[in-house]
């Protein structure tokens, strides 16, 4: 398969990158050449080969969601260092 200009253009534009006539050239090349080589991997013989799809052995541990007892927001404003009208007041960041 052989990538044109005008592949990489409507690339350019979908990315919104403005690139100039050599730079199209340019990675119109580089992007044939890393199709092509992966191309090459369609010719290797894996027959008799496991598929691999989880190298590390690790899996999702999954946990039931548990509600638990929160504090109420009388205490939770005790605890804070300043509060106003029943909020936390924090200093200004902007």
């Not at 403005?18 to 992007?31: N, Q, V, W, Y």
Request: aromatic share 4%; net charge negative; glycine share 6%.
């Amino acid at each position: 398969m052989s990538v044109s200009l005008e592949d990489v253009r409507h690339l350019a534009e979908l990315s919104q990158i403005r690139l100039s006539k050599a730079e199209l050239t340019s990675l119109a090349g580089d992007i044939d050449r890393i199709v092509g080589y992966i191309d090459q991997l369609d010719e290797l013989d894996t027959a008799g080969v496991e598929p691999t799809f989880q190298l590390t052995g690790l899996e999702n541990v999954w946990r039931t969601d548990e509600v638990k007892p929160q504090l109420e927001r009388r205490e939770l404003l005790q605890l804070a260092p300043d509060s106003e009208d029943g909020q936390v007041k924090v200093p200004k960041v902007l």
